[in-house]
């Protein structure tokens, strides 16, 4: 796992990115909103403020992308789709190893590519560091919080998108999830553990279903267990005949997250009789968002919009 991509995780976490701002704002006429009422459920203390900036030498496609550090107030930010509207939302979130997130590359260039296909796209800039099962440099351990704040973040959301479904023009039984990395893994933990929020309820948000209705999981971590066996599941992911339909996409030349991480989930996705597709590819590596590179596998944004026809989300 030490990769390019790591190594700037890495070093984004100990402070090193380079030039940056405080914190993190949208493009003007998208306002973050956020998802909690007043201080995040299960708030620990945080050694420093929110940051955001460029990496510093990384880049994907020949551009740089931007990340997001310290985030204590998770919001979300509404993308409404451009012109035809199908109905349909995807809560996105971007990667970054529950360290930080990869807010462009994995956030706001997916809402781009979701609203021009009459889709709303809802951003959530979800809790890191430490908000999800990851290796954390500042202790150089493991660690797999209980519960998992990121969790909580995601499960928040998907009630307040469906307590505002009217007022945002979606229907309500077409809301989803899309995840990349560490995104990928909280967009398949999501999916299956819907049924009991993580936290105290607090409002109305609260009583409505945090189940996606569909799930993108895009080079997903944190799946397979390589210490419990050759193709151990991740316990933790509860799995049954009522988890969303899944799309699932990974490279085998993924050198962060082995290609054995969409392939545990899928083998248990179809035990459990789960309406799911995977794509495998030879070539891509990791971390490639929306980027058109010369591998095949940076086509996936159309392999998705059919297979949201198949599943009946969207009729074009």
Known sequence: MKTAII???VTIAWGGAGAQTSPW????????VP????????????????KAGPVQGHTVAGRPWTYVSNVSRPTYTVYAPKGRNTGAAIVVFPGGGYQILAIDLEGTEVCDWLTSRGITCVLLKYRVPRSGPSWQPDCRCQINPKPQPALQDAQRT????RLHAAEWHVDPHKIGVLGFSAGG?????ISNDFRKRAYRAIDAADRESARPDFAVVLYPGHLWMPNAGRLAFNPDIHVTRDTPPT???QAETDSVDN??????????LKDAGVNTEMHLYREGGHAFGLRRTKDPITEWP?????WLRTIGISSE
């Open 7 to 9: 190594a700037a995780y």
């Open 25 to 32: 704002q949208p493009a003007p006429g998208h306002a973050q």
């Open 35 to 50: 998802i909690w009422p007043g201080t995040a459920s299960g708030a620990r203390p945080v050694a420093d403020s929110e």
């Open 158 to 161: 998907m009630g307040l998108v």
């Open 185 to 189: 893994h909280l967009a398949a933990a």
């Open 247 to 249: 799309f699932l996409l």
């Open 259 to 268: 290609v054995n991480q969409a392939l545990v989930y899928y083998t248990a």
């Open 302 to 306: 159309q392999l998705v919009e059919k």
